[in-house]
C-alpha cells in the first residue's frame, strides 16, 4: 500500500474541506467519557485544581510556542513546539473535565479564551518571558519536575478521569525534564558564558519557586531534583526567597495580560468562527 | 443473537482497517489506540479509542475516520468514545504494526520502560539504547533529537548508511 494511496482513503467522506485539516470542529476531548464526578468529591474543588493544571500548561505552551523560529537550533525548536503540544492537550483535557464538573458545562474554548488575566490561576512563573535559551530551558526544569511530580501523585485522585489524565501526563512530563535537565548540566557545564547564564537563571527563577508548593507536597522530591541537576551542572543550588503574592490567587506579572491579548486575539474578534 | 455476535465482528473489522493520519502506513489497530467495538441492543456500534499523547493532533481525524467507515459499511447509529485509562504505551503496537514501520522506514520502538509506583527517577548518565537502522539493519546509530515531526518519534541517524531515520519512542 503506497502512502498516497493512504492519504487518498484518509480524505474520503471530507469532500466538504471545512472537514480535513486538523483542529476543525474541536471536538470535546473526553468525548464520550463517563462525566459522573463520585460521591465524596467535591465537585468544586475538583474544578478549580482542574482549571489551575489548565492554566499552567496553557499559559507554558504559549511561551513554548514562541520559540517557533526563534530557537538555537532546528531540533530545539522541534523539541519546545512537541513539549508545548503535550501541556496543550493536557490543559484541553483538563478544561473539559472542570467544565463538566463545574455546573457551567463550559467547554475548553471559554475557559482558554473568554476570561481575562485576573481570572486565570497559573503560576506566575509560567506567564514570565522567554528571556534567553538558558532561562527557557531553567523555567522548563522546574516546571517540568513540579509538574511530574505533582501529577504522580495525582494518579491516585479519587476523581477517575482526573487520575487518568494525571497518569498519561507523567509518561510526557518524564520526557519533559529529562530534556530540559540535560540542557541545563550542559548549559552549566559548558562554556563560562553559558555557565553564567545558566546561574543567572536559576537565580531568576528561584523567587518563583513557593508558589510551586502549596496544594500537595512535593516540595522535597523537587528540590531533591534541582539538587542532582545543579551538582552535576556545577552551580549553586538557587537561594529561595519568596516573593508575595500568588498566581494561584489571580495576582500576576504585567507579562501575563499581553500573552493573552495574543493567544486570545482571534477568537474574541470573530468568537462564533470556525476554520 | 450470532447475528449480533458476527454484525459487531464485522464492525470490528472495519473499524481495525481505520488507517493513522500522521502514520498512514498503519491502522488503528496496529497502532493499539482501538480499544474496543460493541453492538448496543438497540444497534447502535460504540467504538472506543484511546490518544497516543495528550496533545495528539489526530485523535479528531481517528473519531471521523472510524464513524465514516462504520457509517459506509451501513451502520447507521455509530458512538464513539474516548478511553483514557490505562493510558496508551507503545507496547500495544502489534508486531504487524511494527514490520510495517520498519518497512515504511521508520525504526519501531523498543519496550516501554517499566513504571514502578512513587517517584520517577531522573537519570543523566546517558541511556544507551541499540536501534537499528531500518534501512541497512547496521547498530551503529544515534540519537539526533528525542522528538520529531509528531509528538510519538524521536529522530536518529545511522553512521553506517548516514541516512537519517525516525524512531517511534517507547512510551
Not at chain 1, 24 to 35: A, I, Q, R
Not at chain 1, 161 to 174: D, M, P, Q, T, W
Not at chain 2, 132 to 150: K, L, Q, V
Not at chain 2, 151 to 164: F, Q, V, Y
Request: aromatic share 8%.
Amino acid at each position: 500500500m503506497s502512502d498516497d494511496h493512504v492519504y487518498m482513503t484518509l480524505a474520503e467522506g471530507h469532500e466538504d474541506d471545512t472537514r480535513w485539516a486538523y483542529g476543525t470542529g474541536f471536538e470535546d476531548p473526553l468525548h464520550g467519557v463517563d462525566t459522573a464526578v463520585p460521591d465524596g468529591v467535591d465537585a468544586g474543588e475538583l474544578a478549580a485544581l482542574c482549571v489551575t493544571l489548565a492554566d499552567d500548561a496553557l499559559v507554558s505552551a504559549q511561551r513554548l510556542a514562541e520559540w517557533t523560529t526563534r530557537a538555537p537550533e532546528l531540533e530545539e525548536e522541534v523539541a519546545l513546539a512537541n513539549i508545548g503540544l503535550d501541556l496543550l492537550g493536557q490543559a484541553r483535557l483538563l478544561y473539559s473535565r472542570a467544565g463538566q464538573v463545574d455546573g457551567t458545562g463550559r467547554g475548553e474554548d471559554a475557559y482558554a479564551y473568554f476570561r481575562d488575566a485576573g481570572e486565570f490561576r497559573n503560576i506566575r512563573l509560567a506567564e514570565l518571558p522567554n528571556g534567553d535559551f538558558a532561562f527557557s530551558i531553567v523555567r522548563l526544569l522546574v516546571f517540568a519536575a513540579w509538574r511530574l511530580a505533582h501529577f504522580e501523585r495525582l494518579t491516585a485522585h479519587r476523581d477517575p478521569v482526573l487520575a487518568a489524565i494525571a497518569a498519561k501526563g507523567v509518561k510526557e512530563l518524564a520526557y519533559h525534564r529529562q530534556y530540559a535537565a540535560e540542557w541545563a548540566v550542559r548549559l552549566g557545564d559548558g562554556t563560562e558564558e553559558s555557565h553564567r547564564r545558566t546561574r543567572r537563571a536559576f537565580e531568576q527563577v528561584a523567587p518563583y519557586l513557593g508558589e510551586l508548593f502549596t496544594a500537595y507536597d512535593v516540595r522535597d522530591e523537587v528540590v531533591a531534583v534541582l539538587r542532582q541537576v545543579t551538582e552535576a551542572a556545577g552551580l549553586p543550588m538557587p537561594v529561595y526567597r519568596p516573593l508575595p503574592g500568588s498566581g494561584r490567587t489571580g495576582e500576576h506579572t504585567e507579562h501575563l495580560a499581553p500573552l493573552l491579548a495574543e493567544l486570545q486575539g482571534v477568537a474574541r474578534a470573530h468568537p462564533e468562527a470556525t476554520w | 443473537m450470532v447475528t449480533t455476535t458476527l454484525d459487531a465482528r464485522r464492525a470490528r473489522r472495519i473499524a481495525e482497517q481505520v488507517p493513522d493520519p500522521e502514520l498512514p502506513m498503519l491502522t488503528l489497530a496496529d497502532l493499539g489506540v482501538l480499544r474496543e467495538v460493541s453492538l448496543d441492543s438497540d444497534g447502535t456500534v460504540v467504538a472506543s479509542l484511546t490518544p497516543t499523547y495528550s496533545g495528539c493532533p489526530a485523535m479528531a481525524e481517528m473519531r471521523a475516520g472510524v464513524a465514516a467507515r462504520l457509517k459506509d459499511a451501513g451502520y447507521a447509529c455509530v458512538e464513539i468514545r474516548t478511553v483514557l485509562d490505562p493510558p496508551w504505551t507503545s507496547d500495544w503496537i502489534t508486531p504487524q504494526g511494527r514490520r510495517k514501520l520498519a518497512e515504511h522506514g521508520i525504526a519501531p520502538p523498543g519496550a516501554a520502560p517499566a513504571r514502578a509506583a512513587g517517584p520517577v527517577p531522573l537519570v543523566l548518565s546517558p541511556i544507551r539504547r541499540s536501534v537499528a537502522c531500518p534501512r541497512c539493519g547496521s547498530a551503529d546509530t544515534e540519537e539526533t533529537s528525542r522528538f520529531a515531526a509528531t509528538s510519538c518519534k524521536a529522530l536518529w541517524r545511522c553512521l553506517a548508511c548516514r541516512e537519517p531515520f525516525e524512531y517511534v519512542k517507547e512510551i
